[in-house]
């Protein structure tokens, strides 16, 4: 038996680990992994979650995307330098879970905007969209069936902060 | 200027590199960041460290943040024994598997765990609520349990047969929740027979040394008024 990868492409590290072997051309056995886990707690789940929860958590958000710009992407075309490397694809396919779910990411941030632009283009298209096609459909999910929420709910509590 | 390594030994990060660079000789210049005064917050040290916290690197020019980066860069440069970040692929790949699940695991059930057991209520005066630190505890023992079942197994060291910088980064973080009192190797001896071998290794007055700051901070006087106006934001998120 040669390479598997176990992945969900629900998962943000395993797009970046499915973009990074196609891209390259790694032969693999792609081995799915369904987490059913929900993006939004409300949609998926039917769980309301307190403004100020939502709110204190997308202030992080922004606070963790302050850092990327001026600590890391700085002037650089990449995150760590001149070059695409395995950081950018972590750190797009973090982002692209937020955008997954409504949250404007790229909107109010040129820098970033043109960062991803480049990421794209240099991973091509086609691939950075079928990486992204389920968890772009997430938000079309029916709610969660009672047993699917019994299941997941323990799991997913520690997000809820 | 040669190296110079930032550190405060009250941060388990920091202790991993501190040990690292002392047990391999690395030549540098400790640059002591002192977390409870806040000397991480200040204009000087965001020079080094934008993310303002620590440890950080500087050679020459170039500076580092992120314990596992330092660690790394350090095991490159300075050529250490191939037993600290093998070169085979596979023992390799088995340390950057470590280092890559502790963060988000062990290491914030570790910290959580310490101040939410001796820093809040020692240090801040803050009383958390007992069902926090129940959970937090119970946190803590799964990833004790991952780290036995999954990382250690009858290995002697968490990524293999020998010692490397996941032993280092992996101890300094279950000594912060001994440092707070958790019994955190009384009913588990695989991991205290690891310990043994990890301080065997590291060397017994090394380790100690390393140690001195972290052992005494429950015999630190209540912070002050100034103080823990500073401090309470940033550690807020601690007490979940």
Not at chain 1, 35 to 55: D, R
Not at chain 2, 67 to 92: F, G, M, T
Request: proline share 7%; hydrophobic share 45%.
């Amino acid at each position: 038996m040669g390479l598997e990868l176990y992945l969900d492409l629900l998962s943000q590290p395993c797009r970046a680990v499915y973009i990074f072997a196609k891209k390259n051309g790694i032969p693999f056995e792609l081995r799915p992994v369904e987490l059913l886990k929900g993006m939004m707690f409300p949609v998926f789940l039917g769980e309301q979650v307190p403004p100020e929860t939502l709110a204190s958590t997308l202030a992080e958000l922004d606070r963790c995307l302050q850092l990327l710009e001026d600590k890391f992407l700085k002037d650089q075309d990449f995150v760590a330098g001149p070059h695409i490397s395995v950081a950018d694809l972590v750190a797009i396919t973090e982002l692209m879970h937020p955008v997954s779910a409504g949250c404007q990411v790229f909107k109010s941030r040129p820098k970033l905007a043109a960062w991803r632009q480049r990421v794209e283009a240099e991973v091509g298209k086609d691939l950075f969209q079928e990486a992204h096609a389920a968890v772009m459909k997430v938000k079309d999910l029916p709610p969660a069936d009672p047993a699917i929420k019994e299941k997941l709910k323990p799991s997913v509590q520690g997000l809820l902060q | 200027m040669g190296l110079e390594l930032y550190l405060d030994l009250l941060s388990q990060p920091c202790r991993a590199v501190y040990i690292f660079a002392k047990k391999n000789g690395i030549p540098f210049e400790l640059r002591p960041v002192e977390l409870l005064k806040g000397q991480h917050h200040s204009d000087a040290f965001a020079q080094v460290n934008p993310l303002k916290k620590v440890p950080a690197l500087k050679d020459g020019d170039f500076t580092l943040a992120e314990s596992v980066a330092i660690l790394l860069y350090l095991s490159r440069k300075y050529e250490v024994p191939d037993h600290w970040y093998p070169q085979d692929l596979q023992a390799r790949a088995r340390v950057d598997e470590y280092l890559a699940w502790q963060h988000t695991a062990l290491r914030s059930s570790c910290t959580r765990a310490m101040w939410q057991k001796m820093m809040f209520p020692v240090f801040l005066g803050e009383q958390v609520p007992p069902e926090t630190l129940a959970s937090t505890l119970a946190e803590l023992d799964r990833c004790l349990q991952l780290l036995e079942d999954k990382f250690l197994k009858d290995q002697d060291f968490v990524a293999g047969p020998h010692i490397s910088v996941a032993d280092l980064v992996a101890i300094t973080e279950l000594m912060h929740p001994v440092s707070a009192g958790c019994q955190v190797f009384k009913s588990r001896p695989k991991l205290a027979a690891w310990r043994q071998r990890v301080e065997a290794e590291v060397g017994k007055d090394l380790f100690q040394e390393a140690h001195a700051a972290v052992m005494k901070v429950k015999d630190l006087p209540p912070a002050d008024p100034a103080i823990k106006e500073k401090l309470k934001p940033s550690v807020q998120g601690l007490l979940q």
